[in-house]
């Protein structure tokens, strides 16, 4: 017993772990896994803010030979990062349970007899008992460990799941250096500070957001400290450590693209190109862009706030009042803390903002301790046994759990791995696909491609990106040959781009005309040497607005799942649909999408065939589409023509 009460957050985070593999995504899921999956098997350079340790840290786990695959393997990596979170985590409430005291009964009569001058030794008693303080411990790192947003970094590769460690992590010495005894500045390399200093880099070196725990520290540390002379040489002391160790992990990224990876965002050779970078420049028009986006994304997070926790939403606004009363300044610093990442996170006008809550996540799990224990000890004043209060607390947990489980479930998404492969493998050797499918194509096309070594010969082109000038350096890495001919237009392009990248005056219409320029001579200059394919979105949402045209003489007709741009209007084969599609159960917003581009493209090839009275043909398509996307709706006027 005497191991396993030492021991509880260990084991804790294995349970957890265990779970976490359960929910584990086998491949390739949406947004930006494939790209970071593949700057840690590659040593490349993710999108801004670079994530330095991230990458490093991926690349050594990646190279560790394990029988999985390498998106396999650091996925699991995230479900690593996410354990070793929830276990600091609990072993971090405990720490701070055992530093709540109560003034014993006997110090209290000092008080009552001091006009007598009777002394008695003040002695302060832990306010919680062992029992206690363990339960509610491990029953708050359950609320942390399956909430929604939380238990789903753990199911594929992220940043955000070594940022939420590295959370944990600075938050436990932040507190051990606020309960320590020492009397730091005497011998400043033994100050728990210096170690909080240390933490606190490698939180920067992995996420920015890393700033949002800095005014919750700063309360936490001016209110034990004051702002005084020692205060301040403390702080500069901690710099003399935390800034060393922050240039040191991103002097990766000059290092790295001065060696032109394959994956090289940004390109950040430079002084003007890593502050570029490591600022998020190009993301940072949609922060802090109008109240009324705050206000949605405000929304939103109340809303959202109840299937995060489901009913453990109940231990967290107990916990608020219950932490405010049993230590102010730990209430207050978690109260901070958490208003903080709101308001910031709030002002991020961005789709997939639930990540940007992490922290808030995480001071909000730390209230449910408080409000566990307290409901703990009510329960002992109503004569409830310790092993009634644990089982109720295992059947909160239980249908906490199972209403959390279907959301999160990964381990049957294979649905981006088969469309990217369906997409890339149904094209001619070498050929130019141009689409701007980040989190559906483009992204997981460079795992597939550099670290799978999956139809290298096809180059996919983001189109989107081409309006930063960092991308043609990585196209003249990656495929030297397909800029070559249009050398004039690419420089006029770059070079009106400059102001535009350094927030200087320039003209947008003559950006865009450049820009335009590019797209269109890429095609016109390309079309002899390489198959072209366009994806359908620009086809959707630009083409038939007008908004990108292809060269005069040219067209486009459907091709399986893209369109393929020619010169006459001749009949083209395409592949019949024999691509393996495998779907997810549970299907969000991102798997919905590539079932519309799929059926989408296989009901435009179907009607092409009829046009050149191929009705055999069209029907392989129809098939196709009723086999494999039961939800799909085909236009009644296609079934008509097909007949039986």
């Given at each position: 017993m005497r191991f396993l009460k030492k021991n509880f957050p260990v084991f804790t985070g294995l349970f957890v772990f265990i779970i976490y593999l359960i929910t584990l995504a086998p491949s390739v899921v949406e947004i930006d896994s494939g790209e970071l999956a593949t700057v840690q098997a590659t040593l490349g350079i993710a999108h801004p803010t670079g994530y330095p340790l991230f990458t490093l840290a991926g690349y050594i786990f990646s190279k560790?030979?394990?029988?999985?695959?390498?998106?396999?393997?650091?996925?699991?990596?995230?479900?690593?990062?996410?354990?070793?979170?929830?276990?600091?985590?609990?072993?971090?409430?405990?720490?701070?349970?055992?530093?709540?005291?109560?003034?014993?009964n006997q110090a209290s009569k000092m008080k009552k007899v001091k006009k007598k001058k009777t002394t008695f030794p003040q002695k302060n008693v832990r306010a919680f008992t062992e029992f206690e303080t363990i339960i509610s411990s491990i029953a708050g790192g359950m609320v942390l460990a399956?909430?929604?947003?939380?238990?789903?970094?753990?199911?594929?590769?992220?940043?955000?799941?070594?940022?939420?460690?590295?959370?944990?992590?600075?938050?436990?010495?932040?507190?051990?250096?606020?309960?320590?005894?020492?009397?730091?500045?005497?011998?400043?390399?033994?100050?728990?500070?210096?170690?909080?200093?240390?933490?606190?880099?490698?939180?920067?070196?992995?996420?920015?957001?890393?700033?949002?725990?800095?005014?919750?520290?700063?309360?936490?540390?001016?209110?034990?400290?004051?702002?005084?002379?020692?205060?301040?040489?403390?702080?500069?002391?901690?710099?003399?450590?935390?800034?060393?160790?922050?240039?040191?992990?991103?002097?990766?990224?000059p290092i790295r693209a001065a060696q032109s990876p394959n994956l090289?965002?940004?390109?950040?050779?430079?002084?003007?190109?890593?502050?570029?970078?490591?600022?998020?420049?190009?993301?940072?028009?949609?922060?802090?862009?109008?109240?009324?986006?705050?206000?949605?994304?405000?929304?939103?997070?109340?809303?959202?706030?109840?299937?995060?926790?489901t009913f453990s939403i109940l231990f967290i606004l107990a916990g608020i009042f219950s932490a405010i009363k049993k230590s102010k300044k730990i209430g207050l610093f978690l109260l901070v803390t958490f208003i903080t990442t709101v308001l910031y996170s709030i002002n991020y006008?961005?789709?997939?903002?639930?990540?940007?809550?992490?922290?808030?996540?995480?001071?909000?799990?730390?209230?449910?301790?408080?409000g566990i224990i307290t409901i703990l000890r009510f329960l002992k004043k109503q004569k409830f046994s310790y092993n009634i209060s644990v089982t109720i607390l295992v059947l909160i947990f239980a249908g906490h759990f199972y209403l959390t489980f279907g959301k999160v479930n990964q381990n049957d998404n294979y649905a981006f791995e088969d469309y990217t492969k369906a997409v890339i493998g149904s094209v001619d050797h070498n050929s130019l696909i141009l689409s701007y499918q980040w989190d559906y194509l483009v992204s997981p096309s460079y795992y597939f491609q550099l670290v799978e070594n999956f139809r290298k010969d096809v180059k996919v082109v983001d189109k989107e990106l081409l309006r930063r000038s960092w991308y043609y350096h990585q196209l003249n890495t990656d495929h030297p040959d397909l800029l070559a001919r249009m050398r004039p237009e690419v420089n006029n392009f770059l070079e009106d781009v400059k102001p535009f990248e350094r927030e200087e005056k320039f003209n947008p219409s003559i950006l865009e005309t450049d820009y335009r320029a590019v797209m269109s001579d890429l095609v016109s200059t390309n079309f002899d040497r390489y198959s072209i394919y366009i994806a359908p979105e620009i086809f959707e949402n630009e083409m038939q607005k007008g908004q990108f045209v292809l060269p005069d003489g040219y067209t486009l007709v459907p091709d399986l799942l893209l369109f393929r741009v020619v010169k006459d209007n001749k009949y083209y084969p395409a592949p019949l649909p024999d691509f393996k599609l495998r779907l997810p159960d549970k299907k969000d917003r991102y798997v919905l999408m590539i079932e519309n581009f799929i059926g989408g493209m296989l009901t435009r090839r179907a009607l092409y065939e009829l046009q050149f009275d191929k009705v055999e043909k069209a029907r392989k398509y129809v098939k196709k589409i009723k086999s494999g996307l039961p939800d799909y709706i085909i236009p009644t006027g296609l079934e008509a023509a097909l007949g039986k």
């Open positions: 560790i030979p394990l029988p999985f695959t390498t998106i396999f393997q650091v996925n699991i990596l995230a479900a690593i990062w996410c354990s070793l979170a929830v276990g600091i985590f609990t072993y971090t409430s405990k720490f701070i349970l055992d530093n709540i005291y109560i003034i014993s399956f909430s929604k947003t939380f238990w789903f970094q753990s199911t594929s590769v992220e940043v955000y799941s070594m940022q939420v460690f590295l959370f944990c992590l600075a938050i436990l010495f932040l507190l051990k250096s606020f309960f320590s005894l020492k009397q730091e500045g005497i011998n400043f390399l033994k100050s728990d500070w210096i170690i909080f200093a240390f933490v606190l880099a490698l939180c920067f070196s992995n996420h920015m957001t890393s700033i949002l725990i800095l005014p919750g520290t700063a309360y936490l540390y001016f209110s034990k400290y004051k702002f005084n002379k020692r205060s301040i040489k403390q702080i500069i002391i901690m710099l003399f450590v935390f800034i060393p160790v922050l240039l040191l992990f991103y002097s990766y990224l090289n965002w940004g390109n950040p050779i430079d002084f003007e190109r890593i502050l570029r970078h490591i600022s998020g420049k190009q993301y940072q028009v949609w922060l802090f862009s109008s109240t009324e986006a705050a206000k949605k994304q405000l929304v939103y997070f109340i809303n959202e706030l109840p299937a995060e926790f006008d961005i789709v997939d903002i639930d990540s940007y809550f992490l922290l808030a996540y995480i001071t909000l799990s730390f209230f449910s301790v408080f």
